[in-house]
């Protein structure tokens, strides 16, 4: 056969995956074809999820070199690489301590069972065949060993790609003819193609000639790093590139992964592993143990692809008519004064507009004015602007402490920075908005704390602890008759970012926020519950963990481990135990013991247990994104090191320019593992948001609030989780900073407001069929009630004043025209003549 009619006679070509640039059914590109607006970022940015046609051929190579062994065995003949190996690789004895495939066969077979594929590409070892490499008396047990794979391979409706060569030239072809440098080669390569054919061709429909021959030419006869290891001679190189066998591309319609096996890696021996299996070569019986990514890989062939993982499809319904649709602020710094005096200052201004264009006041003229007003504060008209075009039921912002109590004591407290947050309040219930105040709201910037209490400690000192409670107990007789829903602190469990020193400097922090909560809690329930009726429970952050490797068992141990310190830390004692997690405790005193760490959790006393326990009156959560942890031995003192956890970034997931992954899955996961915890409770969604650079179109903060806010559905209607709220993280964002605002810094509106809009307005999803289930009427019956009695108090009181006067004046001419009827009887009883015998009776 001529070596032109050699090229015609096979199929090439290593297979890839390049049908997604024609854009057939079924592919990626089909997928942005049929909804432009389907991604929320530019398609090149994200990971593509969908799958491959029907007949898409999945499956996994090697090559006879790397996994057979045995090269002695069985009258096969020496390789250029078994020679290269003894000459250039000194520190590989031998390729004995391969896979040994060519005499675990069967356990070949049962890794390809194992992962499922359609096509297995492998390659013959021509020097087993033809120990000579000329084509004559075959070798009977290699050609054996290759009927019994193909005939196995037929059993199990896996279809063969066989590829010729993959560089294990006949030793004796290199030493008498120079190897490829010799024209000679194409006819000994054409005669043994030929052989191959006639004998395995009625089993094979797809053959590849040459594997890779660019490298064969450039490292084997160029740089050298490769058999037969000549370098420096590029008219060799050349010479070898010409009589190497060309071939033209094919349309390709499989993937294959390499490799099955770990085996020899050329140059790098048995130093690297790329095996989708793992194999002892020091063991005598080379079992085959598949790795996460034969997992990983079974699981796309599987699928036919990359599915969208979302833990159930698409939900249609409504969450519960008193759910708190919301957006959360951060820290709202009160204005010192009214921002519009104008309709309280009395005196009269003249406008030099030709002039120096300045305000000069008459003298001797005064003006009527009015009181002070709320709407006075431009803050709280765009505050109030801002909500109403959301039209949300309800809005989450954080007090200044500094700002209420500059040193920190009731001593001295601030009744503007009181009355703005009254104004702030009040005036979102005249607009059925209700609010929900954080008493503490800590950044990594910013600690918060009034001045006196940070220079004395701060969380270090428990008296920072006592200081909270007085502060607490001030907001809640100010504001309390106004809020029904109060956090006391926001993110306590992220303060280690802050208290960083030491990892007993960030435990005792924690173990004094803790007890600030359990005082405000109880001065709450004992003086303020009753008449308020409101609820109060701490707000942390709970990013869902999930494990990088969920095949390996130290990944999920991690991923646990990262919930047990992250969330545990503050919910066990608060919901569950009145103590911190004993598998925190146990993990971080195992450090210890083994000289990792030099810190110890603090010890609750029985009081303070008794304080702690059951001080929460729903659940608030503040859940972003989802972590990918790995185990990850760690020396020091920091609360960080303490967890021996690395996050790592999964490029396959959707994220945003801060690099917070878009997995919608994670918040229900969390939200489940809660309940599985601590049991069945009301939960808020505090606060849930992504960054999004768009100043306009944020479609990725759609997308994100689209997914997010299904999956809390589902933990609704499916998992029977009793969500009452979600908020937005956040309503306005500041310049520099990651855009996580729904309104720029210069209050203009995005359009994922509109989206947001629409939840609320269908209270959830709604299918095209359906209607809402809950009227404006009684979702906003408890707004309606509070705003009756704030803006009609004085109405009300007044009312009650002149029903008890009438009451009163009623009773007074009711017991007067009683007392004088009496007198009249009496008084036309003696007049009344008596029989006989009868005395008279006075009443």
């Known amino acids: 056969m001529s070596s032109g009619g050699l090229q015609r006679s096979v199929i090439l070509s290593v297979f890839i995956i390049l049908r997604a640039v024609t854009g057939f059914s079924g592919d990626g590109r089909a997928t942005w074809s049929k909804n432009p607006n389907f991604s929320p970022v530019n398609e090149s940015q994200l990971f593509l999820y969908d799958t491959f046609p029907k007949n898409f051929f999945w499956g996994v190579g090697t090559g ?47 890794a390809l069972d194992f992962i499922g594929v359609s096509f297995y590409q492998f390659s013959i070892s021509w ?62 390569f054409n005669d043994y193609a030929t052989y191959c054919f006639q004998t395995f061709g009625d089993r094979v429909k797809y053959w590849i000639t040459i594997h890779n021959p660019y490298l064969v030419a450039w490292h084997g006869y160029g740089t050298g790093i490769h058999a037969p290891g000549e370098k420096g001679n590029l008219a060799a190189v050349y010479s070898v590139g010409h009589n190497l ?79 708190s649709w919301g957006v959360t602020e951060s820290v709202l710094k009160p204005e010192s004064a009214a921002s519009s005096p104008q309709f309280s200052d009395p005196h009269l201004y003249v406008w030099n507009v030709t002039g120096n264009r300045l305000l000069r006041r008459v003298d001797g003229v005064r003006l009527k004015t009015r009181p002070a007003q709320c709407t006075d504060f431009v803050s709280i008209k765009r505050q109030l602007e801002m909500l109403a075009r959301m039209k949300v039921t309800h809005y989450r912002f954080a007090l200044d402490w500094p700002s209420i109590l500059p040193t920190g004591s009731l001593s001295v407290a601030d009744r503007q920075a009181l009355r703005y947050y009254r104004c702030v309040v009040s005036e979102g219930l005249k607009r059925n908005i209700s609010s929900v105040v954080t008493l503490y709201y800590p950044t990594h910037a910013h600690l918060g704390l009034p001045a006196p209490l940070l220079r004395s400690g701060g969380w270090l000192n428990r008296s920072t602890a006592e200081a909270f409670r007085d502060y607490a107990d001030l907001c809640f007789r100010e504001l309390g008759d106004l809020v029904k829903l109060w956090i006391t602190i926001n993110e306590p469990n992220r303060l280690s970012d802050i208290y960083e020193q030491s990892s007993n400097d960030t435990y005792w922090a924690a173990h004094h926020l803790l007890l600030a909560h359990a005082l405000a809690w109880h001065r709450y ?104 942890v790995m185990h990850e031995r760690q020396n020091g003192s920091s609360y960080d090191t303490d967890r021996d956890i690395q996050f790592l970034q999964d490029i396959t997931c959707l994220s945003s320019p801060t690099r917070l992954a878009v997995v919608p899955w994670g918040e229900r996961r969390v939200l489940q593992w809660i309940r599985r915890n601590y049991g069945d409770m009301d939960v808020y969604i505090t606060a849930s948001g992504i960054d999004d650079q768009s100043l306009e179109k944020d479609e990725l903060r759609k997308y994100y609030l689209e997914k997010y806010i299904q999956e809390a559905l589902k933990a609704y209607l499916i998992d029977k989780i009793k969500i009452k ?46 209607g809402p289930r809950c009227s404006q009427a009684q979702r906003n019956t408890e707004c309606i009630v509070c705003l009756l009695l704030v803006q009609k108090k004085p109405l009300i009181f007044f009312g009650c004043c002149f029903f008890s006067t009438l009451v009163l004046l009623l009773s007074i001419t009711i017991f007067h025209k009683q007392k004088r009827r009496k007198i009249w009887k009496a008084k036309n009883s003696q007049h009344i003549p008596l029989k006989k015998g009868h005395n008279r009776v006075l009443s």
């Not at 070199?65 to 065995?73: D, I, L, P």
């Not at 794979?149 to 790609?161: H, T």
């Open 127 to 188: 020097p087993r065949l033809f120990p000579g490499g000329i084509v004559s008396a075959v070798n009977a047990k290699g050609l054996q060993y290759y009927d019994t794979l193909l005939n196995a391979l037929a059993l199990r409706n896996i279809e063969p790609i066989v590829t010729l060569y993959h560089w294990d030239l006949p030793l004796a072809l290199q030493e008498k003819y120079g190897g490829w440098k010799n024209e000679t080669m194409i006819d000994f």
């Open 725 to 770: 709220g979600y908020y937005v993280f956040k309503l306005t964002e500041e310049k520099s900073r990651p855009r996580f605002g729904l309104f720029t810094p210069d209050f203009k509106a995005k359009s994922s407001i509109q989206f947001y809009n629409n939840l609320i307005s269908n209270n959830g999803f709604l299918s095209e069929n359906s």
């Open 64 to 110: 006879a070199f790397q996994v057979e062994g045995n090269w002695k065995a069985d009258g096969k003949g020496p390789s250029i690489w078994d020679h290269f190996i003894h000459t250039h690789l000194k520190n590989v004895n031998s390729t004995s301590s391969s896979s040994d495939s060519y005499i675990f066969l069967e356990k070949d077979l049962s």
């Open 525 to 628: 329930d004992r003086q303020y519950r009753p008449a308020q009726r409101g609820a109060v429970s701490l707000s942390l952050h709970a990013d869902w963990a999930e494990p990088a490797n969920p095949y390996a068992a130290s990944h999920r141990e991690a991923a646990e481990r990262f919930l047990q310190f992250e969330i545990a830390w503050f919910a066990e004692p608060l919901f569950k135990s009145g103590d911190y997690p004993l598998a925190m405790r146990e993990y971080v005193a195992s450090k210890n013991r083994q000289g990792l760490a030099r810190a110890a959790l603090p010890q609750f006393s029985e009081a303070e247990r008794r304080l702690v326990k059951g001080t929460a009156d729903f659940y608030a959560l503040n859940h972003f994104t989802t972590r990918f």
């Open 245 to 323: 066998i060309k071939f033209d591309e094919i349309q390709v319609f499989g993937y294959t992964a390499w490799s099955l096996l770990d085996g020899f890696e050329w140059q790098d021996a048995y130093t690297t592993r790329r095996g989708l299996f793992y194999v002892d070569f020091n063991s005598k019986q080379k079992e085959r143990k598949p790795k996460s990514s034969a997992h990983y890989y079974t699981q796309i062939i599987q699928e036919n692809g990359f599915s969208v993982k979302e833990s159930t499809p698409d939900v249609q319904g409504q969450f519960p008519c008193d759910f």
